[in-house]
């Protein structure tokens, strides 16, 4: 009778560590990035529970296994790509046209709801936490929490935890400056959000603009926000007389692409719980840059 494989390395602690250091000297001096994957998919168990944290603390004596099998609960769907998930967070990459949460008339085709299907393999209690929104249309990063606890800490601690957050527009006509900024009080009035150059109580918002490439009829801008309101982007770009292309709602001419031309490409942070931090990017979208 053949011996059985065995699924997993298995290594006992000699001495006081975190585990992503552990793995990197147990596995022969892998890289960091390395290790870090293997934690992100869930492949690490530590005395038979499964370890996505980077500073998980071992001590002596503790069992730490590392799965040679591929996860076999990987997420697969066409809207949305995971970049990176632990114990506590989840952040993703969503495609334009998603909901990033449930709501009336729409429940189950948003990110938030196949996000909790997916959580729900492990244990059925669990669920994720909406902690910041995109448009339906906005394509990009964004992050949800995995309990309760951490939901209230990046909602209470927002600005402090999140420090770089960049987008990516294309804009109709030639913006003039190479940089700027655009300063107004934003008022969510449910169908739309009215703009006001002086306090009409309403919450002042700031963004910052880099033009990076213009056209005869477009200009591609990065945006950096310095508060967060709702549609803040898309009302300050028609402050400045350059609305985002496809954005009917604030004056946007449609585009053959159908969808608006707004992606959200850089979330940097502070994790949470652990104080590491982190920092996502991803490419600006073909279709923005094949206008210029």
Same mark, same amino acid.
């Given at each position: 009778?053949?011996?059985?494989?065995?699924?997993?390395?298995? &290594?006992?602690?000699?001495?006081?560590?975190? $585990?992503?250091?552990?793995?990197?000297?147990?596995?022969? !001096?892998?890289?960091?990035?390395?290790?870090?994957?293997?934690?992100?998919?869930?492949?690490?168990?530590?005395?038979?529970?499964?370890?996505?944290?980077?500073?998980?603390? $071992?001590?002596? !004596?503790?069992?730490?296994?590392?799965?040679?099998?591929?996860?076999?609960?990987?997420?697969?769907?066409?809207?949305?790509?995971?970049? +990176?998930?632990?114990?506590?967070?989840?952040?993703?990459?969503?495609?334009? !046209?998603?909901?990033?949460?449930?709501?009336?008339?729409?429940?189950?085709?948003?990110?938030?709801?196949?996000?909790?299907?997916?959580?729900?393999?492990?244990?059925?209690?669990?669920?994720?936490?909406?902690?910041?929104?995109?448009?339906?249309?906005?394509?990009?990063?964004?992050?949800?929490?995995?309990?309760?606890?951490?939901?209230?800490?990046?909602?209470?601690?927002?600005?402090?935890?999140?420090?770089?957050?960049?987008?990516?527009?294309?804009?109709?006509?030639?913006?003039?400056?190479?940089? !700027?900024?655009?300063?107004?009080?934003?008022?969510?009035?449910?169908? +739309?959000?009215?703009?006001?150059?002086?306090?009409?109580?309403?919450?002042?918002?700031?963004?910052?603009?880099?033009?990076?490439?213009?056209?005869?009829?477009?200009?591609?801008?990065?945006?950096?926000?310095?508060?967060?309101?709702?549609?803040?982007?898309?009302?300050?770009?028609?402050?400045?007389?350059?609305?985002?292309?496809?954005?009917?709602? +604030?004056?946007?001419?449609?585009?053959?692409?159908?969808?608006?031309?707004?992606?959200? &490409?850089? $979330?940097?942070?502070?994790?949470?719980?652990?104080?590491?931090? $982190?920092? &996502?990017?991803?490419?600006?979208?073909?279709?923005?840059?094949?206008? &210029?």
């Amino acid at each position: 009778m053949p011996r059985a494989v065995p699924r997993y390395l298995s &290594f006992t602690v000699k001495e006081n560590d975190e $585990l992503l250091s552990f793995l990197m000297k147990a596995m022969s !001096g892998i890289s960091r990035n390395r290790a870090k994957s293997i934690l992100s998919n869930r492949l690490v168990l530590v005395n038979g529970t499964i370890q996505t944290l980077f500073n998980f603390p $071992l001590s002596a !004596g503790m069992k730490v296994q590392i799965s040679k099998e591929k996860n076999k609960q990987d997420f697969r769907h066409p809207l949305i790509k995971i970049l +990176y998930e632990d114990a506590y967070i989840i952040v993703i990459e969503k495609k334009e !046209g998603l909901l990033s949460v449930a709501t009336d008339s729409q429940k189950e085709k948003t990110a938030q709801h196949i996000l909790s299907e997916y959580v729900k393999r492990k244990h059925r209690n669990n669920r994720v936490f909406v902690v910041h929104r995109l448009d339906r249309e906005t394509s990009g990063i964004m992050m949800y929490a995995k309990d309760d606890k951490t939901q209230r800490t990046l909602r209470d601690n927002w600005h402090q935890i999140v420090f770089d957050r960049r987008y990516v527009a294309v804009v109709n006509g030639k913006v003039e400056k190479n940089q !700027g900024v655009v300063e107004s009080w934003l008022t969510d009035r449910k169908l +739309y959000v009215s703009s006001s150059p002086t306090d009409d109580g309403g919450k002042f918002s700031v963004t910052h603009y880099h033009t990076l490439k213009r056209s005869a009829h477009h200009s591609l801008i990065e945006l950096q926000l310095e508060t967060g309101r709702k549609n803040q982007i898309r009302v300050h770009m028609s402050d400045l007389g350059h609305p985002v292309l496809g954005d009917i709602r +604030y004056g946007g001419e449609e585009n053959q692409f159908s969808r608006l031309a707004l992606h959200a &490409f850089k $979330l940097s942070f502070y994790h949470p719980v652990t104080g590491e931090t $982190l920092s &996502f990017e991803t490419p600006y979208p073909t279709l923005f840059k094949s206008l &210029f």
